[in-house]
C-alpha cells in the first residue's frame, strides 16, 4: 500500500515539479515534468549534486516562508473569521481533510526521514532525542507553513478574486506580487517537487527490497524506473492540480493501515527492546488511526459507493 501510495504521490510531485516550470518558462505542465524527471535522475546518480540541491531547498524554504509572509501582509485575510471556523467550521468537507492530511504525514510520508536515517546507520535509542527533534521541528514547520498559505489564499480570494484554475496557488503570488514574485514562486515549487520525486521514488523502492534481492542489489536502477513510470503516467493523464488533489487523497487513505500495525509494533518486544513507548502517544495515534480510516471509509462510499 505504501508503494502504491508513493507511486501516486510521486505524479503528483512530477506534476509539481511541471507546474514550477510552466511558471518559469511558459512551457506545458508535461513538458516540465519530463524535463524535471530527467534532472531528478541526474540528482540522484550524481550524489555531490544532491547535495547541492539539498542547499538550495533550504534556501528556497526561507525565501518561500518570507514570500507568503508577504502576501499574507498584503491581502489582509479575515483571521478572526478564519481562526473562529478553524474550531466551529460552518460547513465540513470530508474530502478535504483526507486530502490535506494525506499530502501533508499520509502514506509513503510517514516513512521517508526514518528510512534515511537507516540507510545512514543512524539507528538504536541513543538516537530517539535527536529523531524526536527532527520529526517534531518538521512537522510543526510544515503545519505553520500549511496555515499561513492558506492565509495567503484566503485573503486574495476573500477579495472576491476568481483564481486560475490551471495553476490557483501561482495565481495567488501573481495576484499580490506581480511577475517577480510569481517566478520566484515557481523556482521555489519546482525546488521543492523535484526533491519530493527522489524523496518519493527512494522510500517507495526501500519497501521493495524486502521482497527481493535483486531489487536490493540494484536499488538505483529501480528507483530511476519508478520516476520513469510515475513521469510517464502523469504525461498521460495531464491535468497536475486534479492529479496533486486526488493523490493527497489516495495517501489519506493509506495513512491509517501504515499508522495502526506501527502503534502495535511499538509493544513488540522483538522488534523495539526494552523501550517503552510513551501512552499518550499511542492514545493520539489511535484516535488518528480510526478518524482517519472512518473518514477514508465514508470518502470512498460517497465517491464509488
Known amino acids: 500500500m505504501v508503494v502504491l501510495g508513493g ?11 511541471g507546474l514550477g516550470l510552466n511558471v518559469i518558462t511558459g512551457i506545458s505542465a508535461e513538458a516540465g ?51 473562529k471556523n478553524t474550531v466551529m467550521p460552518e460547513h465540513i468537507d470530508i474530502l478535504s481533510i483526507v486530502t490535506l492530511v494525506g499530502g501533508t504525514v499520509g502514506g509513503y510520508i510517514t516513512f521517508a526521514g526514518a528510512h534515511r536515517l537507516l540507510d545512514a546507520n543512524v539507528h538504536g535509542k541513543a538516537q ?53 514574485g510569481y517566478k520566484i514562486f515557481g523556482v521555489v515549487m519546482w525546488a521543492a517537487a523535484i526533491t519530493s520525486v527522489i524523496g518519493a521514488a527512494y522510500t517507495s523502492v526501500t519497501f521493495l527490497r524486502i521482497f527481493s534481492q535483486r531489487i536490493a542489489l540494484y536499488q538505483n536502477y529501480v528507483i530511476i524506473v519508478f520516476i520513469i513510470v510515475s513521469t510517464s503516467v502523469f504525461v498521460c493523464i495531464g491535468q497536475p492540480v486534479k492529479v496533486l488533489v ?11 493501515m501504515t499508522l495502526t500495525p506501527i502503534l502495535f509494533a511499538a509493544y513488540r518486544r522483538k522488534i523495539v527492546g526494552d523501550y517503552k513507548h510513551p501512552v499518550w502517544m499511542t492514545v493520539f495515534g489511535a484516535f488518528v488511526a480510526i478518524v482517519m480510516a472512518v473518514l477514508g471509509f465514508y470518502t470512498i462510499v460517497s465517491k464509488f459507493g
Open 128 to 180: 530517539i532525542k535527536n529523531v524526536t527533534k527532527s520529526s517534531v521541528s518538521g512537522i510543526l514547520i510544515t503545519a505553520i507553513m500549511r496555515i499561513i498559505l492558506f492565509l495567503a489564499i484566503l485573503g486574495v480570494i476573500s477579495q472576491g478574486v476568481t483564481l486560475n484554475p490551471a495553476n490557483p496557488i501561482a495565481d495567488v503570488f501573481y495576484r499580490v506580487t506581480g511577475d517577480i
Open 33 to 83: 515534468a519530463m524535463i524535471s524527471a530527467a534532472i531528478a535522475v541526474c540528482l540522484f546518480l550524481f550524489k555531490e549534486a544532491g547535495k547541492a540541491m539539498d542547499k538550495f531547498v533550504q534556501l528556497a524554504g526561507i525565501i518561500m516562508i518570507v514570500l507568503v509572509l508577504y502576501v499574507v501582509y498584503q491581502a489582509n485575510p479575515p483571521v478572526i473569521e478564519a481562526a
Open 7 to 17: 507511486l501516486a504521490f510521486n505524479i503528483g510531485n512530477v506534476a509539481g515539479a
Open 246 to 256: 486526488a493523490v493527497g487523497a489516495i495517501n489519506g487513505l493509506i495513512l491509517p
